[in-house]
Structure formats: structure tokens, C-alpha cells
């Protein structure tokens, strides 16, 4: 009854009208959950930095040469591998491909690992990092992004599930092939995409 009581103050069962866009054995979150794996980092915009490197023409950007590139208003759902999914999340930010405007990168490249402030990795591949709806955001709902939901800077790939978003990014490794980031290193699935349930590895 204790979890039952939970669930329906914190999150609820999608109703048929939603299967198209709520994905296998996820629950509409009431509010927006923060999840967050060690300390949260307490980075301004002005001492914020990003770094592009690996096989990619280095570069060094701040918050504000990505404020001074074209900007994006997004609406996207959301989807957390632990269960809870928040629909049509409002952000502002920079689309991806808008971004790689701005940088060189190899050919050769076949997979990205995100780095963030705090030391936390995630991996995507190159194919997954470059589509259209992708973007880093620095807004939420018309606030500035909190440091618990990534800010100043996250980005936002709304086909995986978020823990591919990575929360305080601050810079891209392009590589010639996959490697894993920390989560992935530790039991989650390499890609984890929501509609095929991709929650975790099967390597253990």
C-alpha cells in the first residue's frame, strides 16, 4: 500500500491515448525527478568552458560563443532508464547540427565520448549525436538550466534514455570507435534506446 501511495503521489500509469509516445515499462513523473550520481557540480557561465578534441580540430568555447550561436527553442519527452518519463519538456539551447557548424571533425570518427564537470562519461555514437532534435540546453521552462538538471550547460538527445543527456557537459572526444563511459562500464547498455527496453548490458 506504502508503494502503491508513492507511486500515485510522485507518478502514474500512461493511459492507451499516450502508448505512442510514453515507451514499455515507463511511468509519468508528476514533477521532474533529479537523479544524480555523486556531488553536484557548481559551475557558473562565466568559469564554464568546452572543449572539443580526439580526432577533431581541438577547440576551446565558452558560454558565451554558444550564446552567441544561433538559438533553438525545443519541446521533447523524456525518458529515464529508471522508469519515469516527463513529456513535453521545454528547453532553449542549440540545435547539435548547428553546432558542428562550428567545429572540424575527422571523418574517420565513428563515436563521441561526453565529458562533464564531476568526471562523469557517457558514450553516443556519431550517428546518434548528430541528429536533428539534439541540442545542448542551456534553459529550462524559461529559467535558466539548475545545477541539478545539468546547468549551466547539458545536452539533451531525447531518442535515448537521459543518462545519454549528459548533465554539465563541458567537452566531446571524438573517437574511431566505441568506448565506454562510466555508467556503460558499469552495467548500463551501450546504447539505450527507450522503445527496445535498452536498460542494461548483457556483458556481465
Not at 521532474?32 to 562565466?46: A, C, D, K, N, R
Request: aromatic share 16%.
Amino acid at each position: 500500500m506504502v508503494y502503491l501511495a508513492i507511486m500515485g503521489k510522485f507518478f502514474k500509469k500512461p493511459g492507451p491515448d499516450l502508448a505512442d509516445r510514453v515507451p514499455p515499462g515507463q511511468h509519468l513523473a508528476n514533477g521532474f525527478p533529479v537523479l544524480t550520481y555523486g556531488e553536484t557540480p557548481q559551475v557558473s557561465p562565466e568559469e564554464w568552458t568546452f572543449k572539443v578534441w580526439g580526432l577533431a580540430e581541438p577547440k576551446s568555447l565558452t558560454y558565451q560563443d554558444f550564446m552567441a550561436m544561433s538559438q533553438s527553442d525545443f519541446t521533447a519527452d523524456f525518458h529515464c532508464v529508471t522508469t519515469w518519463s516527463k513529456l513535453d519538456v521545454r528547453w532553449t539551447g542549440v540545435k547539435v547540427t548547428d553546432f558542428m557548424a562550428h567545429i572540424k571533425v575527422d571523418p574517420k570518427a565513428t563515436h563521441i565520448m561526453q565529458h562533464c564537470y564531476g568526471g562523469y562519461t557517457t558514450n553516443i555514437s556519431r550517428e546518434d549525436f548528430v541528429r536533428s532534435e539534439n541540442f545542448f540546453a542551456h534553459t529550462l521552462f524559461g529559467e535558466p538550466l539548475p545545477a541539478e538538471h545539468g546547468g549551466p550547460m547539458r545536452l539533451v538527445i531525447p531518442h535515448l534514455y537521459a543518462w545519454k543527456s549528459a548533465k554539465w557537459i563541458n567537452g566531446l572526444e571524438f573517437l574511431d570507435q566505441e568506448m565506454l563511459g562510466f555508467w556503460e562500464r558499469n552495467g548500463y547498455h551501450r546504447r539505450g534506446e527507450p522503445w527496445a527496453e535498452e536498460r542494461y548490458s548483457n556483458r556481465f
